[in-house]
């Protein structure tokens, strides 16, 4: 069997080999791509508190949500760099990690936009992931080993594919408030 949505994590898709023993690599390259992706948008969340300049402390704010972004983004591609069937330990450290940081960061900018002129949508995208990305943390910390039976298996890849395209549906809809706060400043 190959690739399953819900019997199969999303780190999977980065190991060198699958799962029924055949090469992987293919797979692999594209995922390890797409992780370190996440870097490239961490970098460019360096950038956004300049955004933010007219209030200091809304600056100062921004300045360290943006440096949890960076560091949860790298983080990300750590989870690249390190496939689950060569480096399995560092592999989960990595990836657990990265959500655990899209918590500070999620909350710090939750405060900047409040403290900002930023549309109330923004307010709602930014507050409606700092839950979800909590919810999943508080999941992988109390919830059943997946490794320990099929339907945990199940629920957590679900979940997992779940929590990825809201962390990837955030940042596209933040990216278009960040564009308009732009061209409002100019």
């Known amino acids: 069997m190959g690739y399953s949505f819900t019997h199969n994590f999303l780190s999977d898709l980065g190991g060198l080999e699958s799962h029924s023993g055949e090469n992987n690599i293919i797979s692999s390259i ?90 109330i949508r923004y307010i709602a995208v930014i507050a409606s992931f700092l839950f979800l990305v909590t919810a999943y943390v508080i999941y992988l910390n109390i919830g059943e080993n997946p490794l320990s039976n099929k339907e945990a298996m199940i629920a957590s890849a679900t979940i997992q594919k779940f929590i990825a395209f809201m962390s990837v549906a955030t940042v596209f809809s933040l990216s278009f408030g960040f564009s308009k706060r732009t061209r409002n400043s100019k």
Do not use: Q
Request: hydrophobic residues 65%.
């Open 30 to 119: 594209f995922f390890n791509l797409s992780m370190l992706l996440f870097f490239f948008i961490g970098i460019s969340f360096l950038f956004v508190p300049i955004l933010f300049k007219e209030n200091k402390p809304t600056f100062i704010l921004a300045i360290i949500g943006s440096i949890f972004f960076f560091i949860g983004s790298m983080f990300f591609a750590g989870v690249g760099f390190t496939p689950y069937d060569v480096f399995f330990d560092l592999h989960v450290f990595f990836a657990l990690n990265s959500f655990r940081l899209m918590i500070p960061a999620s909350l710090i900018y939750l405060i900047v936009f409040l403290r900002s002129s930023l549309s």
